[in-house]
């Protein structure tokens, strides 16, 4: 059983930046593929960022690219999303989940919804014009 718990929301001004963090039970982080979706009202979640489960690589949905960075602490059992020039339109929950039912240790990242099978509660951002 994995647990997952979001920190860091909070309000913001657009052009400022958050720091998202993941509070992950066990060895998750550095072991299977984690990543960062978000929620806005009325809409899908929708893919933020992701990491592979060696930590080597990320991927980023094209409206974040260049502003937000995906990383992580295996020592801490952590993961961040740091969030820079923050517009509008970031406004949402944002939720970390893991893909334990990939394997290990791979060099892929995911985007996909179905593929990762533990949320954490949420964490809502709200930036401002």
């Known amino acids: 059983q994995v647990q997952l718990e979001e920190s860091g929301g909070g309000l913001v001004q657009a052009g400022g930046s958050l720091r998202l963090s993941c509070a992950t039970s066990?060895?998750?982080?550095?072991?299977?593929?984690m990543g960062w979706f978000r929620q806005a009202p009325g809409k899908e979640r929708e893919f933020v960022a992701g990491?592979?489960?060696?930590?080597?690589?990320?991927g980023y949905a094209d409206s974040v690219k260049g502003r937000f960075a995906i990383s992580g602490d295996a020592a801490k059992n952590m993961m961040y999303l740091q969030m820079n020039t923050l517009k509008p339109a970031d406004t949402a929950v944002y939720y970390c989940?893991?893909?334990?039912?990939?394997?290990?240790?791979?060099?892929?990242?995911?985007?996909?919804?179905?593929?990762?099978?533990?949320w954490g509660q949420g964490t809502q951002v709200t930036v401002s014009s």
């Open positions: 066990g060895r998750t982080f550095n072991r299977y593929a």
């Open positions: 990491i592979s489960g060696s930590g080597g690589n990320t």
């Open positions: 989940a893991a893909a334990t039912g990939r394997p290990p240790y791979t060099v892929r990242h995911y985007s996909r919804t179905l593929d990762y099978d533990y």
